[in-house]
């Protein structure tokens, strides 16, 4: 059985990257509709941030696919649907962001030439960009291990607070436990007390039957004995 506190937190974790990923794809989105009217230097930086939106998207997804599974299984159904609508969104982004990429005279404007030997100072550009985008994806998922590890810190503080009281409600349940056996140990006694009550009473009533008898057979025997 999984742990309700391992499903929370899930829970929680798979709400943070969701919302995330949201404001990424919104960022993204806004980046590609800039690219179409942007050419030469402005369009290649547009293109490689928006290749590192991207990518973050990607990783993000990932991270929500591998923490769908501590979701509880009544709403995996709904992330699963979600899931497949952002994994859609993002493959029709990089069809996008591909076909952009590959519109070379809008991306070198009137520099484009199909001899290769210009493209020297396009590799380094490139190089360095990708050198950038190494950098803002580990800044990226050094910020999200950071966030993962507050949320599990907290997690482990609620799990602390809750084994208290589990452990506070134990010993009110053992108190009480003793306090009924006590308890019944009184009635086991009170019993035994009314018992005796019970019995002494019934032996009175014998004896007070027998002497009444006794003075009755006396007071006839009298009677008798003056009218003989």
Known sequence: MANPLDTDAGTELFKHYETEYQLVQAD????????????????????????????????????????????????????NRRLRDYKTDVDG???????????????????????????????????????????????RSTQRLKASQALANETEAIGASTLAQLQQQRETIEHTTRVLYESEGYVDRSIKSLKGIARRMATNRVITIAIITVLVLLIIAVIFSKFR
Do not use: C, W
């Open 93 to 139: 982004y990089r069809r996008k962001l591909r076909s952009l990429a590959h519109d070379k005279s809008a991306l070198f404007g009137g520099r484009y030439t199909d001899n290769p030997g210009s493209s020297s100072g396009d590799a380094h550009f490139e190089q360095r960009q990708q050198l950038l985008s190494g950098t803002d994806r580990l800044d």
């Open 28 to 79: 993204l989105v806004q980046k590609l509709d800039q690219i179409a009217e942007l050419s030469g230097e402005p369009r290649k930086a547009a293109l490689s941030t928006a290749e590192r939106a991207l990518e973050e998207a990607g990783e993000l997804l990932d991270q929500m696919q591998m923490e769908k599974q501590n979701v509880p299984s009544a709403q995996r159904a709904a992330i």
